[in-house]
Nanobody
Framework: QVQLVESGGGLVQPGGSLRLSCAASGIAFSLYIMGWYRQAPGKQRELVATIINGKSTNYADSVKGRFTISRDNAKTTVYLVMNSLKPEDTAVYYC????????WGQGTQVTVSS
């Protein structure tokens, strides 16, 4: 059974930081492109960042320079460090594993507000 379990979301003030984690099980983790997506109320889900096994990364323009994605294949976990958070970063953040098929986590809420 495939599971992607996100953690680390919460309420943070503008300018603050959070680290999201996604623990994967039931997949050959190193084969998968791992990514983070987000969905704000009333908006479509959008790509935040992806990382492939060779550690090549890709970021949405809106988060470049502020967010960092990384992975630990030994721990089958992907991380998203979010710095200089803005109110417009408020969304449910979803972990994604992609290789032939897509798997999704249940999402974790990130709220940036004073």
């Amino acid at each position: 059974q495939v599971q992607l379990v996100e953690s680390g979301g919460g309420l943070v003030q503008p300018g603050g930081s959070l680290r999201l984690s996604c623990a994967a099980s039931g997949i050959a983790f190193s084969l998968y492109i791992m990514g983070w997506y987000r969905q704000a109320p009333g908006k479509q889900r959008e790509l935040v960042a992806t990382i492939i096994n060779g550690k090549s990364t890709n970021y949405a323009d809106s988060v470049k320079g502020r967010f960092t994605i990384s992975r630990d294949n030994a721990k089958t976990t992907v991380y998203l460090v979010m710095n200089s958070l803005k109110p417009e970063d408020t969304a449910v953040y979803y972990c994604n594993a992609k290789w032939r098929v897509d798997y999704w986590g249940q999402g974790t809420q990130v709220t940036v507000s004073s």
